[in-house]
């Protein structure tokens, strides 16, 4: 069963931030309201269309369960008749549009709202902590792991080992993914960066230096997804959904089976068949950039590359707007915003881009780009291709 | 100022059996009485064949490093001054993976595939499996 073409995306929001900082002290409510607003807007449709909800929140009322999902429908004034809250980490939204395009295709909804929000840098809730020693986190914890960065790193050593590359390859990433970020007046970094600057910024937890990780930033995001049928009717024209696949391999990195290899790998593959387009026919990627490593490992996994030919792949610039492989256009969750969980703007900035709508980081002719969402510690993945008429 | 105190395990139903064993010395990991594998961390049933037959064996608690990061700035504010510290993902010998921290060594000398070996330290009321550098 496939749901190629079954569904469009014909709607995007997001926030303006200052200095990775929501405008006026906005809550994560607000924020996510005016993100939804503008998504339906863009869609040329109102609120009282909506009849399916997907939200996935880090917020919630504190007490027994956190109801992101409930609480925000409450809050918007919307009753669905199809609702999601699957939560596994960055790909969420990812799997999101992948399940929204299922219960549209089965008759269930017709017109879904995905919706994410943070405020987590206003509110200064990010450490390099770990979680309580509880459950499956007691043989975790108690050895202080840097969280989430540490497992990263070790994967990244991993791949160093196995396969000789160097943090040289991965500031590429960063330093590629800066110069998109300089195209997009959105973006909260745009200071020129080389990789030098990546090398010597400060090392957090080896391999990975500061301009190795994500930014922490606040960020709202709203995708409206239709019917064939609806799609008619919108103000946008309807990027399709072409294929969709998502998997989760372990949720510690402990029990990651091999740590050079995401699940991407299967959410990957799925996503490909079901779409039927080969690598060659993408023609941009976003691709979820916690940390540069991620890019690395996702791009393998992916099929871009062989294993361990991640580093080669990405050298020379071969990513940076001008590269033959334009990847993160809007500067990625390393230069534009991380709001703890980054997947929706990944899905906003391929509709973007496969819409014309990019300005200066315009990607020309786009017509096919894969989207990546990647969560938890490699943990969780789910893979989008979308498509133009 | 008070002292942060570190965070230490809370024993449950899947492992009380092994935070009392590293008490009295002993790495105690499981292993499936039908299809032979060893299970780390403990569960209540075989997450390779689902069987309930699992039974706790004594680790040779040898091992090398599968991968590794050196914290230079801690998890949180309660390793801050034992920045910086090497946390490692240690293979045992058993073929399972736990995390862990490299002790007994200067921490820039950390590397993939180093063998170890478990040392028991007490934090608190507590006994951590900490592993350090097989000397030949």
């Given at each position: 069963m496939s749901i190629k073409?079954?569904?469009?995306?014909?709607g995007v929001g997001d926030v303006e931030l200052e200095k990775g900082k929501v405008k006026d002290g906005q809550s994560v409510l607000q924020i996510q309201a005016i993100a939804a607003k503008r998504a339906l807007e863009d869609a040329g449709l109102t609120k009282d269309d909506v009849d399916g909800i997907f939200v996935a929140g880090?917020?919630?009322?504190?007490?027994?369960?956190?109801?992101p999902s409930v609480i925000l429908s409450e809050y918007l004034g919307i009753q669905p008749r199809y609702t999601d809250s699957t939560q596994i980490g960055g790909s969420a939204f990812e799997a999101h549009v992948g399940h929204a395009a299922a219960a549209i295709q089965a008759g269930l909804c017709e017109v879904a709202l995905i919706l994410y929000g943070s405020t987590q840098r206003s509110e200064k809730s990010r450490s390099l902590a770990g979680r309580p020693p509880v459950l499956t986190a007691q043989y975790e914890t108690p050895f202080g792991l840097p969280s989430p960065a540490g497992s990263y790193a070790m994967a990244a050593n991993r791949h160093m080992h196995q396969y000789g590359t160097k943090p040289e390859h991965l500031a590429e990433i960063a330093v590629a993914t800066r110069k998109w970020a300089q195209l997009n007046p959105q973006a909260t970094l745009r200071d020129p960066l080389s990789i030098d600057d990546v090398l010597n910024s400060?090392?957090?937890?080896?391999?990975?230096?500061l301009l190795d990780c994500c930014l922490v930033t606040d960020g709202a995001g709203a995708l409206v997804i239709v019917s064939a049928e609806r799609a008619k009717d919108c103000r946008k024209k309807p990027v399709w959904v072409l294929g969709q696949g998502e998997s989760h391999s372990h949720w510690s990195i402990q029990a990651m089976p091999d740590l050079t290899v995401t699940s991407a790998a299967q959410s990957g593959k799925t996503a490909f068949e079901m779409a039927g387009v080969t690598h060659d026919e993408i023609d941009v990627v976003q691709i979820y950039d916690s940390f540069t490593i991620t890019v690395l490992l996702t791009l393998e996994s992916l099929g871009f590359c062989k294993p361990g030919e991640g580093g080669d792949f990405i050298s020379n610039q071969r990513t940076a707007p001008g590269g033959d492989f334009p990847m993160n256009t809007n500067g990625g969750g390393l230069s534009y915003a991380h709001p703890g969980m980054y997947g929706i703007f990944l899905l906003i900035e391929a509709v973007r881009q496969l819409r014309g709508e990019c300005g200066e980081r315009q990607v020309k002719d786009a017509k096919i780009s894969l989207v990546n969402g990647t969560g938890g510690t490699l943990s969780s993945t789910s893979v989008v291709i979308l498509g133009r008429d | 100022m008070a002292e942060l105190k570190k965070p230490l395990p809370i024993p449950d139903g899947d492992s009380h059996v092994f935070w009392q064993g590293c008490k009295e010395n002993k790495l105690l990991i499981q292993k499936c009485n039908d299809c032979s594998k060893h299970i780390f961390y403990p569960r209540i049933l075989c997450p390779h064949c689902f069987s309930e037959k699992v039974e706790w064996v004594e680790s040779t608690g040898k091992g090398k490093i599968y991968s590794y990061t050196i914290a230079r700035r801690g998890g949180g504010p309660a390793f801050k001054d034992d920045a910086p510290y090497a946390v490692a993902l240690i293979e045992l010998d058993e073929g399972v993976r736990m995390f862990s921290n490299i002790i007994n060594?200067?921490?820039?000398k950390v590397k993939c595939d180093l063998p170890v070996e478990v040392v028991f330290e007490e934090q608190e009321d507590f006994i951590l499996p900490k592993f350090q550098p097989i000397f030949n």
């Open positions: 073409n079954a569904a469009a995306i014909v880090l917020w919630g009322l504190p007490g027994v369960g956190s109801f400060p090392m957090i937890t080896d391999p990975l230096h | 060594i200067d921490v820039e």
